[in-house]
Nanobody
């Protein structure tokens, strides 16, 4: 019922910033809780941030204060603003909808000097 397409990943130096976007198709975006996950090489996929249908947000301790999740229901788009990036943020970042029901294909973020 929904397709998710991530964009905005790339190579950035430590301390830099990136903004990821997730464009969603379908008619029920505003009714879905949304989330960003990430998976680094050799590690399990981990939850980065969530945003509910009412706009309530939660963050992993490792990104709290540096990352901001937001949504624009009129544009069917989810965002992740990433500031003060660290090498340990390097991972493939995945958009998720409806409490793990739908997944995007991911976008690579590499933080390196």
């Amino acid at each position: 019922q929904v397709q998710l397409v991530e964009s905005g990943g790339g190579l950035v130096q430590p301390g830099g910033s990136l903004r990821l976007s997730c464009a969603a198709s379908g008619s029920f975006f505003s009714h879905y809780n949304m989330a960003w996950y990430r998976q680094a090489p050799g590690k399990q996929r981990e939850l980065v941030a969530t945003i509910t249908v009412t706009g309530s947000t939660n963050y992993a301790d490792s990104v709290k204060g540096r990352f901001t999740i937001s949504r624009d229901n009129a544009k069917n788009t989810l965002y992740l603003q990433m500031n003060s990036l660290k090498p340990e943020d390097t991972a493939v970042y995945y958009c998720n909808a409806d409490d793990t029901r739908f997944w995007g294909q991911g976008t690579q973020v590499t933080v390196s000097s």
